[in-house]
Structure formats: structure tokens, C-alpha cells
């Protein structure tokens, strides 16, 4: 789970992992607000980019930061 009110402005572009029961994605944060964090998870492999593609927005309690 990802803590909003911790978030700071170093965690944009981090890389995230969505577990909803069997199902995994992954993506990169570009954005949060009170409720959602909002997570780019498919930008044609234009990684370097991905600020230009539509983020979704997805419940802090399904997300994990990916480990370094």
C-alpha cells in the first residue's frame, strides 16, 4: 500500500506495481491527489515519455512501490 500524505514530489516517476487479487500491473506514478494515485501503465514503451500518457486512476491500497 501506498501512503498519499506521504508522497513528495521525488516519488513522480517512480515505478509502481498494481495487485488486485491475480492480476499485476505495472506503470509509473505521474500524479496523486487525496483519494488516487494516478498511474501511467501503458505509454508504447515510451518510458522516457510517459508524462504525455493518460494516467489511471487507482486506489492507494492496490499499489506497491517496486523495490530499487
Same mark, same amino acid.
Given at each position: 500500500m501506498i501512503d498519499i500524505p506521504k508522497l513528495t #514530489?521525488?516519488?513522480r516517476g517512480r515505478w509502481v506495481t498494481y495487485r488486485k487479487g491475480a492480476?499485476?500491473?505495472?506503470g509509473?506514478?505521474?500524479r496523486w491527489n487525496a483519494?488516487?494515485?494516478f498511474v501511467?501503465?501503458?505509454c508504447a514503451n515510451h518510458w522516457d515519455h510517459y508524462q504525455r500518457y493518460t494516467a489511471a486512476a487507482t486506489l492507494p491500497?492496490?499499489? #506497491?512501490?517496486?523495490a530499487a
Open positions: #514530489e521525488t516519488d492480476r499485476t500491473n505495472r509509473r506514478i505521474l483519494k488516487y494515485v501511467v501503465y501503458w491500497e492496490d499499489l #506497491e512501490f517496486d
